[in-house]
């Protein structure tokens, strides 16, 4: 199994690189989204995002929902605990 990985936390992308290593798809630009760079990397995360077969979202992510709307696709929380 493939994930791809859409995050602008330095410290979450580091580690699911770690902990499922060879199996995280992400891009390699910054991870700012107060810049246009940044800016247009979130857009891109989102559509590829919301073309993917279901999202593990985030507690409280209007990001997460927006993707799964826009795609059509089921989204579903990790458990907290």
Do not use: C, H, N
Not at 33 to 57: H, N, P, Q
Request: hydrophobic letters at 40%; proline letters at 1%.
């Amino acid at each position: 199994v493939k994930f791809f990985l859409a995050t602008d936390d330095a410290a979450v992308k580091q580690r699911l690189e770690t902990k499922f290593a060879g199996r995280i798809i992400t891009q390699q630009t910054r991870l700012s989204r107060s810049d246009s760079e940044g800016m247009l990397g979130s857009v891109v995360d989102l559509w590829t995002l919301a073309a993917t077969k279901k999202i593990i979202g985030s507690f409280g992510s209007s990001y997460s929902e927006l993707a799964a709307e826009l795609g059509g696709i089921e989204m579903v929380l990790p458990s907290r605990g």
